[in-house]
Every structure is written in C-alpha cells, then in structure tokens.
C-alpha cells in the first residue's frame, strides 16, 4: 500500500536492502576472498554474491530513478539544478577528494586484495577517472548524469529506449576492463524505468502479486542457472533481461515481507543511504588489516553478515556524530555559503 505522497511501503526497505548488498559485495571482493582463499564456504559466498549482479544496482537505480520522476518530468530545470544535481555533484567532487587523500596519505594497505589501482593516485588522475566514473563513488555521478539525460529527453519511449539499446551496443564498444563507464552506460534504462514507469509502478507493485512472483521467480531460477550453464551472463542483453526479472521478483518479495514483518530497521537504513555509501569503502579499507583469518566454520559461514551489518552501522554512527558538528551537514549536502554565492551569480536558483 501506499501513503498520502504515493510512496510504496517497501522503498525504504529495498534501498536498505541495496546498500547492504552494496557492502556485501564490495566486503566480498576486497578482504573475504582474500582471506579465506579456496575455502568451500567462501567460494559459496562468491557465487551467491555473483548470482545477485544483474539485481544489485539494477534495483538501487530503478527506485532512485522512481524516487527522481517528479523533478524529471514535472518540476522546471532550475529547481532540480538547485535540489538535486547541484548537491550529488558536490558530495560526489568532495567525497572523492576525501578518499584519496584517506587511500593515499592517511589508511594502511589492504593486505587482502591488490591495492595497485590506488597506488600513485595523482589529482590529475583523480580528475580522469571521476570524469570517466572509474571511482568508487561513480554511483552518484550517474545519477547526475541520468537525472539531466533523462529530463533532457522528456519522453518515456526515448529515455528507456534509449537506456536499452545503451545497455547492449555498450558490449560491442567498451573494453570489458573498464567496468565504469560500463556501469554508467549499462544501467540507465533501469533509472529511465524508474523514472517514466513511475505510475505503473505504483499501481501494479504496491502490493504483492502472487501469480506474478511465481513466474518471475521461475525465470530468474531458470535464466540464473542457462546463464551459468552457457556462460552467457556476459552476452549482450542478457544481464539487462535477468536484471528486469529479478527486480520485479524482488520488488514482490519486499511488498510481501513489509506485509508480515517488521522492516523498521532496514527502512532506516534504506533513508540514510548516502552517508554510508560515501563512507563504506573507506571503512573497508580501514577495517581490512584488522580482519583476522579464522579456521570456525561457523564464524566463517556468518562473516560476511556481521561485517556488512557492522560497516553499515559505523558509517551512520560517524555520520549522526558529524552532523552534531558545526559544518558537519556539509559533508552530505551543498553548504549554504556555497549555495548563497551559487544563487548571487545565478548559477543555482533558490527553490
């Protein structure tokens, strides 16, 4: 069901559910599998955590898209220049300026995975990849770069259009190693669903619809499993297909359980998304000297759980202390003394 702004019950909670996957993966990658290498339990968590790629970010850009539609298709440039564009690029510079001077000068080395990316970091080369969105924070800056695009396009049929034929011609012209500018090209037709769909949404997901849960779960089980078999994940199309079944599955699975279950916890999390994001990696990078290697099989099973939970609780402890700070607001949102100078020059508008 939905409240008087027509916001669905579970947008908290899959946002929540995002970006707790978010820092399941990247806990993955960076220290977990380097430190319980070719281990059974960790190769277990490999492939779960793989299988959830066409889903991940997927879902995180369809709700932030349907989050976004009333700016995109219904309030003037200047207002969401002001509100939205102006303030995700300035979190988006600034947090990236934090992180590597944090990656460069200040945190020790992740043991567990191959620091070389970070190595020699210059500004220059900062500058390059926020640019090309090959940075951990490239999330926001295609954000920006949707909200504008699809505003620009004003038309549901050419924005996803648009997104789709993106997301394949991207296999035939980016090199596979560049994986930011191909998850800036991959994923905007989710934000242009999100977006345009915005009504249909609304209509048809703020309930749980069994008939449809059953098909789709069948054809993500199914599409999950040819996929694998044919290694075919990578084929043009194919990660897009799975990603619209397994968001609608999912999507149904949060109608479903914000039903019968208590999700307080997850929807807080889910509306403080941005503060732990920006910070998550940092956080990662701090903790990953500190891991230990252990031979419990159950502490092993359960790591990977108690990290992702422990991150995402450490980045919104820091964030509600620096907001006690003077100046602290400024870390997550344009200043005010910035945005009266901004208003003065007439580059923003005040909204």
């Known amino acids: ?27 993955n990658i960076f220290i977990y599998q380097g430190v319980h290498e070719g281990h059974a339990i960790a190769t277990v968590w490999n492939i779960g955590i793989s299988a959830l790629k066409p889903l991940r970010m997927p879902l995180f850009f369809l709700i932030s898209g ?4 009333t700016g995109i298709t219904r309030r003037s440039w200047g207002r ?23 990656v460069s000068h200040l945190l020790p080395a992740n043991p567990w995975h191959d620091s070389s990316f ?9 500058l390059e990849r926020m640019l090309t969105a090959n940075i951990s924070l490239w999330y926001l800056y295609a954000l920006v770069l949707y909200f504008v695009l699809a505003k620009a396009l004003r038309s549901a049929v050419l924005a996803i259009g648009l997104g789709a034929l993106a997301n394949i011609a991207m296999y035939f012209v980016i090199d596979p190693e560049n994986w930011g500018m191909r998850s800036l090209i991959g994923y905007f037709v989710f934000f242009a669903l999100g977006a345009y769909a915005k009504d249909i949404i609304t209509t048809h997901y703020s309930a749980f619809n069994l ?13 999950l499993a040819t996929a694998s078999r044919f290694s075919a994940l990578t084929a043009p199309g194919v990660e897009m297909l799975l990603g619209l079944v397994m968001v609608s599955t999912v999507i149904d699975l949060f109608a479903l359980a914000c039903r019968h279950i208590n999700m307080e ?20 990078r701090f903790i990953s000297p500190y891991v230990p290697e252990t031979v419990n099989v159950f502490l092993l099973a359960v790591e990977p759980i108690i990290a992702t939970v422990a991150v995402a609780a450490a980045c919104l402890f820091i964030y ?16 005010h003394t910035l945005r009266r100078v901004a208003y003065r020059s007439g580059v923003l508008r005040p909204v």
């Open 211 to 223: 008939k449809r849960f059953v098909v789709t779960t069948a054809l993500t089980l199914g599409g």
């Open 80 to 102: 969401i220049r002001t509100k939205k564009i102006a303030s995700l690029l300035w979190v988006y510079v600034l947090w990236s300026v934090i992180y590597w001077a944090a």
């Open 1 to 27: 069901m939905t409240n008087k702004g027509q916001r669905i019950e579970w947008i908290d909670a899959a946002k929540g559910a995002c970006i707790l996957a978010v820092i399941l993966y990247h806990f």
């Open 320 to 335: 509600h202390a620096l907001l006690r700070i003077r100046g602290g607001r400024a870390l997550f949102t344009m200043p």
């Open 66 to 69: 349907y989050l976004a539609s």
């Open 265 to 284: 916890y997850l929807c807080m999390i889910g509306r403080q998304t941005l503060p732990i994001y920006v910070m998550h990696r940092l956080m990662l």
């Open 118 to 126: 970070d190595a020699g970091l210059t500004l220059p080369l900062l």
